[in-house]
């Protein structure tokens, strides 16, 4: 039986690319598909502003005229200059549990980031942090957050197989708050007392607008530092708010600012569009947004998309604050579930804020990596 690597270059192909996800998991009850218009505008440089700063390329794995598997392969020249490294990602990969099909596919990614003067590759890894990244690896029977990812269990063996390693992982929590302790609420009152903080909450989201650029500028802060990131300048952040904004529930969004009215903190949380996402199915008409408004206005889970504070900050008990006033509004709806989007395992100071409550550890997604 044949297999065939295809170049992703027509509008048919790039429908192609994104709905071979859609058949592998087809049944699947833990798997939440993205919007499959989104997903295609990402893909392509007029749209997606990172292709300023990054190259790549995408392949679909035929076999007897069927699309059977996908990979995507690229090079983000920031993230290079920033580590002095010649290193290439793989992104997006989903492919039937087939060896010849996953070893034609990573060899085609692999050949052209070595022709590009790679010598390194990782992944799975979007064009920034806020793109698609990690594999999972532990978890499947869990539901993911519209903004984790989820995969099957072979995904793992097979990039064994190729000889791809151990990078990082990113581990996901289960946080289950009944109540707010009476100590976390004088500790939040404490800590804005003695900073002399401030905190602002939200009705409307038109009112967040005006907040988004200082709002990423604290993420740019917060996380350069980490594994695979770069900085976001002005012209992604504004594509991001554009994709993004429109999906918050502006209730669950805090800016803590201090007593000079600077913004030195956030918290964004998101009533769970798991199940609404999977409703829709990929569309946003005629009823995906019926099904996503509605997980909006009537929350279940709340995700906990991004936190940032800015570094002199960090160790002042604003993260007291900002899981307080949080917590506030998830007492108003009453929810008490809170699933976290992915943590590195090796930020220890953010995964003991969450041994302090009731929580599992119940998912765990790895970027890999291979010299090529």
Known sequence: M?????EVKSPKDFKDFVNVQFDIYKGNKFWVPSIKKDEIKALQSEFNPAFRFCKAKFWIAYKDGKAVG???????????EKINAKCGRFTRAEFVDDNEVVQQLFQTAEQWLKEQGMEEVEGPLGFTNLDHQGMLVEGFDHLPSAASEYHLPYYKDQLERLGYE?????IEFRLFLEGMPEKAKRGAEIVKKRSQLTVKSFTKTSDLQPYAIQLFEILNEAFKDLHSVVHLDKE????????YLMLLNPEFVKLVFDNEKNLIAFIIGLPSLSEALQKANGSIFPFGWYHINKALKHPKVIDLMLTGILPKYQAKGVT?????????????????????????????????????????????KRCWTKKI
């Open 2 to 6: 044949s297999i065939e690597i295809r």
């Open 70 to 80: 996908r990979i995507g392969a690229i090079i983000n020249e920031k993230y290079n």
């Open 166 to 170: 151990k990078k990082i992982d990113w």
């Open 320 to 364: 007291a604050v900002l899981f307080y006033e949080l917590h506030e509004v998830m007492e108003k709806y009453g929810v008490t579930e809170m699933e976290t989007t992915g943590i590195f395992e090796t930020n220890q100071k953010v995964i003991q804020n969450w041994k302090n409550y009731e929580h599992i550890q119940h998912k765990r």
């Open 236 to 243: 992604m952040i504004e594509y991001y708010v554009k994709r």
